[in-house]
C-alpha cells in the first residue's frame, strides 16, 4: 500500500506565497513522474506542473514564472513553491504519482488534497 500524504495549504494574502508538500509513504515502490493538479468549484482538475524523476519539468502557462516544483527523491516527496498568488489560484490542491510497485505494477496515485484559499 502506498499513500500520499500532501500539506502547506491555507489562506494567504494576494501577492502573497505558500509551500506545498507531497510525501509518499509505503514500502517497495519507485516513484517516475510527481505531478500537482489543481481542482476548483465547479471547474475541472488541471495539471499545475509536473516533474520527472531526472527533474524534467512542465507547467501550466497561468503558473509559470511564478510556482516552482521540486522533488526530493531520497525522500519521496514532491514541493510546490508558489509565489504571487492571486485569487484565481484558489483551488484544492492535488499531488499525484505514477508509482510502480511488483505486486500490481505502475499506477497513478492522488492524495487526499489541500485548500489553497487567496484571498484578503
Known amino acids: 500500500q502506498v499513500q500520499l500524504v500532501e500539506s502547506g495549504g491555507g489562506l494567504v494574502l494576494p501577492g502573497g506565497s505558500l509551500r506545498l508538500s507531497c510525501a509518499a509513504s509505503?514500502?517497495?515502490?519507485?516513484?517516475?513522474?510527481m505531478a500537482w493538479y489543481r481542482q476548483a468549484p465547479g471547474k475541472q482538475r488541471d495539471l499545475v506542473a509536473q516533474?520527472?524523476?531526472?527533474?524534467?519539468?512542465n507547467y501550466a502557462d497561468s503558473v509559470r514564472g511564478r510556482f516552482t516544483i521540486s522533488r526530493d527523491n531520497d525522500k519521496n516527496t514532491v514541493y510546490l513553491q508558489m509565489n504571487s498568488l492571486n485569487p484565481e489560484d484558489t483551488a484544492v490542491y492535488y499531488c499525484?504519482?505514477?508509482?510502480?510497485?511488483?505486486?500490481?505494477?505502475?499506477?497513478?496515485?492522488w492524495g487526499q488534497g489541500t485548500q489553497v484559499t487567496v484571498s484578503s
Open positions: 499525484n504519482a505514477d508509482i510502480y510497485r511488483l505486486e500490481v505494477g505502475w499506477n497513478a496515485y
Open positions: 509505503g514500502r517497495g515502490f519507485s516513484i517516475n513522474y
Open positions: 516533474i520527472s524523476r531526472s527533474g524534467n519539468t
